[in-house]
């Protein structure tokens, strides 16, 4: 078999996981890469190497092995400079390596909407030290947000609202960053009503948005997320306004995740952007004729899109969290989530494979569509608290 593309998925996650699956429905054939054996992507990939992607070394040579026609990133922890090297050197990076550096840092890519697009943000400092830290804490104000420059899903963010918490959200925030700096982004406390992921896909033939998607965190993390989120249609084309000028400027073709706070007054304020597909969108997965993951593979692989449309009223996702570390487990109460659905609305639970647990990790995520999203969420909800992990 002659197969469409070749790709070098770095990161295996649950992401990769539904990507590599659209991809593969598509006649790509996969390797999935991550610093662990039997990652979720791996077990649906055609192939897999392990190592850790802030080696340079091992990640040049599994580009050097492999030579695949598409570099797809799926994770933030990746020495950076070796994908602009091999881009050079003829490799295809998704969607380049100039969005994949300034995304992989909260840094980079905050001063490019910033100071180069002039699109409206929180205010900010960057600390690399607790001094540092109190020193943006005077200038901003209280509450702030800690979080920092690299992470995944929201670990190492904290809101702090007192200054005596401003060395705990420090410390926190080191412990869980990703990479190999000690760099925190400190930024001002967006009292907003409500927050979106706007999904938006740069083609060949132009760009491309889903229906907005509202969410709702906790410890950073997402917990649920649900489609279409309610929003003025001012503040709509606000939102793709700002989202077609940042991956514009990234440049490449892609699906790119945009987060944005919508408050009271119906101000649009950016606040990040993942070049990939995004953990909220998950819940495209039940409610849309083509998921994020389809439209990522489309898109990169230069295959048409010819609508991007909902297939249900309303839809939504719900997380399922591990509450312990453990090696033996088994999800149990499946087929009952499974079973909630009826006439006019629908469930299905996503098991990501992960071979083992820890305190908060995401396993499996249930999805919903209903009437509207209150009841879209309220079922997708019902459905994750029927599955339980057994130990």
């Known amino acids: 078999m002659t197969f469409t593309k070749k790709i070098l998925l770095l990161g295996s996650g649950e992401l990769g996981r539904e990507f590599v699956i659209s991809a593969k429905r598509l006649g790509a054939y996969v390797i999935a890469c991550d610093t662990y054996d039997h990652a979720p992507a791996m077990q649906v990939a055609d192939d897999s190497e392990t190592f850790s992607m802030l080696d340079g070394d091992k990640l040049r040579a599994a580009i050097e092995k492999h030579q695949p026609d598409l570099i797809v990133p799926e994770v933030e922890a990746i020495r950076t400079e070796i994908l602009a090297e091999m881009e050079s050197e003829g490799f295809n990076v998704v969607p380049s390596a100039r969005a ?9 890519i905050r001063d490019v909407a910033a100071k180069e697009l002039h699109l409206t943000t929180s205010r900010y400092h960057y600390a690399e030290s607790f001094t540092e830290v109190a020193s943006a804490a005077d200038d901003i104000g209280l509450p702030l947000v800690i979080k920092p420059v690299m992470s995944s899903s929201g670990k190492g963010q904290s809101k702090v609202e007192d200054a005596a918490d401003l060395q705990t959200a420090w410390d926190y925030a080191v412990d869980n960053m990703r990479g190999d700096r000690a760099r925190v982004i400190v930024e001002q406390f967006i009292d907003f009503d409500y927050e979106i992921t706007l999904l938006t896909v740069r083609t060949g033939g132009g760009v491309l948005f889903c229906p907005p998607i509202g969410h709702r965190q906790e410890r950073g993390d997402y917990q649920e997320s649900w489609q279409p989120a309610a929003m003025t249609a001012a503040a709509l084309t606000t939102a793709q306004d700002m989202a077609r000028k940042v991956v514009d400027n990234l440049g490449g073709y892609g699906l790119f995740g945009v987060e944005f706070f919508i408050t009271k007054d119906g101000e649009v304020i950016f606040s990040e952007l993942s070049p990939r597909p995004h953990d909220t969108g998950m819940v495209t997965l039940i409610g849309q004729n083509l998921s994020e993951f389809d439209l990522h593979a489309r898109a990169i692989m230069g295959m048409p899109i010819p609508h991007i449309a909902l297939t249900a009223r309303a839809s939504a996702s719900a997380v ?21 659905g009826g006439e006019g609305a629908e469930t299905d639970v996503r098991i990501f494979g992960k071979p083992v647990t820890r305190s908060y990790r995401r396993m499996a995520v249930a999805l919903a569509t209903g009437a509207d999203t209150d009841a879209a969420r309220a079922l997708a909800k019902k459905a994750a608290d029927a599955v339980k992990i057994a130990y």
């Open 100 to 108: 994949t550096q300034l995304t992989m840092n909260r840094d980079a």
């Open 320 to 340: 399922i969290l591990a509450d312990r570390d453990g090696e033996q487990f088994a999800l149990t109460g499946v087929e009952d989530a499974l079973a909630l």
